[in-house]
């Protein structure tokens, strides 16, 4: 991975997100990591936070251990979730598919981490399959997308997700797109949320 500058502010944030979360969770960690690259999250919180169980998944594995899958919204459905307390999905795009599948699975008290990465720039902005019928959007139509209709079907589409869920603490970052050139990042969302389904108690480790 790249350290420059926004790279590194971007670790940051993302280890801020989690932080506050895990703080509530306050228990053993079973984490699920889905787009798990160098491992570079979870090493840093494993100094901070017990983790019982790290399981690292990626469709380039780079860490020991690392399951190689090309993780969809099929693909996810193999993972038993009742092993795990927290699901990271570290992506550096559109994973909201991957999301919903997973989410009507959790069952357990969860935390769970999602990086919205809007992909595209200028006038080439792409809005996802998955997001357009998510939002009642006929999936022929071309419509015009930019940085604020993207985030804003993305926040509607996770309020609308945690409807089925007790949510005990929801936390949302965004970083705006940022520089020019090769050096370009695109805007980029963080959410954490520490949820469970209403009624059901929480599985000890
Ligand atoms: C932002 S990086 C993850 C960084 C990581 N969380 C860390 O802490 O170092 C995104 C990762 O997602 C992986 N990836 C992208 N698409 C994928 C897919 N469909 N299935 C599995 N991994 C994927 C890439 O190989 C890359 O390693």
Known sequence: MNHNKSDSQSLASKLQLRRQILAALSEPLRVLDLYSGAGEIWKALGKEFPIA???PVDVKPRLPGCIP????ARSVGAFDLARFNVIDLD???DCWEVWDT???RIQTRTAV???????GKGSNWSLSYFL????GIPKSWHIPTNEKLLRFL???FVVNSLT???TEKALYFQRPASGFGSAHHTPTDYYGFLISRPGARSQEA
């Open 53 to 55: 169980a790290y399981t």
């Open 69 to 72: 899958l090309n993780v969809d």
């Open 91 to 93: 992506s550096y795009g």
């Open 102 to 104: 997973l989410s009507r």
């Open 113 to 119: 981490f999602v990086t919205y990465g809007f992909q």
């Open 132 to 135: 357009k019928t998510a939002s």
């Open 154 to 156: 993305g926040e509607r």
């Open 164 to 166: 089925q869920f007790s």
